[in-house]
């Protein structure tokens, strides 16, 4: 089946440092979603990507629809303890009924 | 209220016993899904049901039985678990199946087989 690789695996930054994530597939997607997991808690919708190039903000989270449609990326600037967590992809695939998800980032901040 | 809510929150269960685990979506979404999340490895996509008919079963062992009696609630019955069945069940819906506009999940249940 598919699969969305995201890199790195894990983070660990400094308070007030940009961070950066990408994900990755060897299939297109039409579709890229990013999901932040807080601990012990389900994962939460950050922002969603519908087409090639678009660039879509969330307060200090930026992500984009990379162009060859293959790739998004993740970047959160000046970073705080609340971002931590892990952030996962996510793309509709197969016969589009369902969300195929990434293999995660876990970001730790230290103060 | 509102979202998806998951009940219980923590389980811990023998191998022999018969446990639910319940999800309620008060969202007015068509699509409920079930997924596992192991340490360690993706999401793991379990069962799909779309408007109360359940339109995929990926390969789930019959230990785990699903049921949708309505469009709002999504139960999963456990029996003769194993403990490596021990993990965080995710409930999420969708508006409509496939989730292009993304899901809505509960906070999990985490579960623990002893």
């Known amino acids: 089946g598919q699969q969305l690789n995201q890199s790195p695996q894990s983070m660990f930054i400094q308070e007030g440092e940009d961070v950066s994530m990408n994900c990755t597939s060897s299939?297109?997607?039409?579709?890229w979603l990013w999901y932040k997991q807080d601990p012990g808690e389900g994962p939460v919708l950050l922002i969603a990507l519908y087409k090639a190039g678009e660039l879509t903000s969330n307060g200090r989270l930026t992500a984009q629809f990379g162009i060859t449609r293959k790739d998004s990326f993740l970047n959160i600037s000046a970073s705080i303890p609340s971002d931590v967590g892990i952030y996962f992809c996510a793309g509709p695939t197969g016969t589009a009924s369902k969300l195929t998800f990434g293999t995660g980032t876990r970001l730790q901040v230290t103060l | 209220e509102t979202g998806v809510t998951q009940t219980p929150r923590h389980l811990v269960m023998g191998m022999t016993n018969k446990k639910s685990l319940k999800c309620e979506q008060h969202l007015g979404h068509n699509a409920m899904y079930w997924y596992k999340q192991s340490a360690k490895k993706p999401l793991e996509l379990m069962f799909v049901y779309s408007l109360e008919e359940r339109v995929e079963n990926n390969s789930v062992p019959s230990r785990f039985s699903p049921e949708c009696p309505n469009s709002s609630h999504l139960f999963l019955h456990l029996h003769t678990l194993q403990p490596e069945d021990s993990a965080l069940y995710l409930c999420a819906s969708s508006q409509v199946m496939g989730g292009a506009n993304g899901y809505t999940f509960g906070s999990g249940t985490r579960l623990t087989v002893v």
């Open positions: 299939s297109i997607f039409n579709t």
